[in-house]
């Protein structure tokens, strides 16, 4: 088969979930298949080259401009002249002008659900917004023409399966998202202590993932964690990657507690690898979110030995298993108690761990891979049907 995968962002230097996720299967794939001929779209304005050429994988470098325009016309331009006989997209979008048979990577629709828009109203970057709306507009005509759809969890398998009047479709299918094998313990010192003063890290603190996205709660956090402050007295502190201080100060001022920007670190954008080594460093991650498809974070943190406070809602518990302190997103409350419980129970801190190191193990990228050519090879058993 010539099959051709949708990888437009991934030499970008600040890559996001859906980047990493596509970058991984064609690692992957590169190792375990060595018969079907691949061809891997990117965007050339990039220079982080995280993967290379092998005999059966080409690099198509593909100019095209701004997304919709590159995903729309020049994608299915290239697919075609490169004969490809499967055009998988990796990203929740797909060109709707195009013959060629698609598999279609739809790692959620919360663009599409009404209780998601009430809490993006008002809120979330301009960028954010277009997205959604472009996604709102062409996932119902790419789930219609797609011969297979792949999603993260069974949540958002029977969330889409529900959506779209599809429930029992043989064409939606769960294919569990992984955890690469450098989160780890990190028992090297001279590494821990060289992340620790690269990112200015404090010696005892809290490490969240937030982003201007509202479903990642960030304001629901700073509110858990000011109340834990003022609860306890701790002078912990609380890391965040590469979030927009003019951003963070708003959200203190509406919680009403500016002397909590003293307390928060932010470190900036921060490179894939020395994720471990601040995993590591934390007394708990927190993971609260308001609807997530899978959550590979949270394993992340496990496979890194760190117990994790996360959400009983959408995938999250599915993921989790019961290696996680489960809370209601909604109630801030619920997560300061949790913070509390586990810094002051350290059997539950190590359960958490203990769990959590076994739970992580469960998932690999070679597993979503294997699922993912499996799925190719369906496609070409029935015709491209």
């Known amino acids: 088969m ?22 991984e299967l064609i690692r992957n794939l590169q190792i375990i298949d060595k018969e079907n001929e691949y061809f891997i779209f990117v965007k050339p304005d990039a220079d982080d080259l995280v993967i290379e050429e092998s005999a059966n994988f080409k690099i198509v470098r593909l ?14 331009r290239a697919a ?47 960028y954010q917004k277009f997205g959604n709306l472009y996604r709102k507009i062409f996932v119902p005509k790419i789930v219609k023409m797609s011969k297979k759809i792949i999603t993260v969890s069974n949540f958002e398998k029977n969330r889409i399966g529900e959506f779209f009047g599809m429930a029992g479709n043989p064409k939606l299918e769960a294919v569990y998202n992984g955890v690469s094998e450098h989160f780890k313990i ?44 003022t609860e306890t ?34 470190t900036g954008y921060v490179v894939n690898t020395d994720l471990p080594a601040i995993y590591c460093q ?24 760190v117990p994790v406070i996360t959400s009983n809602t959408s995938s999250m518990p599915e993921v989790a298993g019961d290696a996680a302190f489960i809370t209601d997103p909604y109630k801030p409350e619920e997560i300061t108690a949790a913070m509390i419980r586990i810094l002051s129970d350290n059997d539950l801190k190590t359960s958490l761990i203990k769990k959590g190191l076994v739970q992580a193990s469960k998932f690999s990228w070679m597993s979503m891979a294997e699922n993912v050519l499996s799925i190719y090879g369906k496609l070409e058993k029935t015709g491209y049907k």
Request: charged share 25%; glycine share 8%; hydrophobic share 40%.
């Open 186 to 229: 990190v028992s090297n010192q001279e590494e821990l202590n060289r992340v620790k003063e690269k990112y200015h890290l404090p010696d005892h603190y809290f490490f969240f993932l937030g982003n201007t996205d509202p479903k990642k709660n960030t304001k629901g956090v700073l509110k858990a964690f000011s109340d834990f402050l």
């Open 80 to 126: 075609k002249k490169e004969g490809c006989e499967i055009l998988h997209c990796t990203s929740n979008t797909a060109p709707v002008f195009t013959k060629i048979p698609m598999v279609v990577t739809l790692h959620d629709i919360i663009y599409m659900e009404s209780s998601y828009l009430k809490i993006l109203k008002g809120s979330g970057t301009l």
């Open 282 to 305: 934390c007394e708990v991650f927190l993971y609260p979110s308001l609807r997530e498809s899978f959550g590979i974070p949270m394993l992340e943190a496990m496979g890194c030995g």
């Open 63 to 76: 100019e095209g401009g701004f997304y919709p325009i590159w995903e729309q016309f020049a994608l299915p």
């Open 233 to 266: 007295g701790s002078d912990i502190k609380l890391v965040m990657l590469d979030y927009d201080r003019d951003e963070l100060e708003k959200l203190v001022n509406e919680i009403g507690d500016l002397g909590l920007l003293d307390k928060i670190v932010l």
């Open 2 to 23: 010539k099959i051709g995968i949708e990888a437009q962002r991934i030499f970008r230097k600040k890559k996001h979930g859906m980047d990493m996720v596509a970058l």
